[in-house]
């Protein structure tokens, strides 16, 4: 008898953490940020409630049921995203936006790198971050927009 076919499932957990920071880009002078980043760009910064909704995909392991633990999957995110970012002021507390502009997009791009690290390698799908409930980003690892 043919073995089961191999499911491919998608799984998702979400997590939230609350922040500071203030849109500031070393590359231009203080009067372009101002112009470009308007009150976001307030030198004593603003906060957000984020919220993150990570997305794994891999088949069902026919044994566990599971694409992944999901007990491991939360000590994961939690390593990736609470640990270095919860209550932090992203510009002054987190070295990676030392020097890259705490925007949404680069948030998503941050949690993507630390948490490709932990999880199973080609799990990671993708990366939702919610900076308010209006602003969202999805990052899923692409590096450039592909020419077909
Ligand atoms: N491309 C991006 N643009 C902006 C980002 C970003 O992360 N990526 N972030 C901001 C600011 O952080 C700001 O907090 C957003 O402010 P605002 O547009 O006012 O968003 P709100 O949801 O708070 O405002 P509403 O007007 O109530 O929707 C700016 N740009
Ligand atoms: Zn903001």
Redesign the pocket.
């Known amino acids: 008898m043919a073995p089961p076919a191999a499911r491919l499932a998608r799984l998702s957990r979400s997590v939230s953490f609350s922040a500071c ?1 203030r ?1 500031h880009s070393k590359s231009l002078s203080d009067e372009e940020n101002l112009k470009l ?1 308007g ?2 760009n307030n030198p004593n910064g ?1 906060g ?1 409630n984020y919220k993150v909704i990570v997305t794994v995909r891999g088949e069902i392991d026919p044994i566990s049921g599971m694409v992944i633990n999901l007990t491991d999957l939360k000590q994961y995110m939690q390593e990736a995203i609470v640990e270095p970012l919860d209550h932090k002021n992203l510009d002054k507390d987190v070295p990676y936006f030392a020097e890259v502009v705490s ?3 680069n948030v998503a791009v941050f949690i993507w790198e630390n948490l490709k690290k932990l999880l199973p390698m080609g799990t990671l799908y993708k990366v939702k971050v919610y ?2 409930d ?2 969202i ?1 999805v990052y899923k690892g692409e590096e450039t927009i592909s020419e077909k």
């Open positions: 920071h849109l980043f009150k976001c603003h957000h925007t949404t997009e900076e308010t209006q602003n980003v």
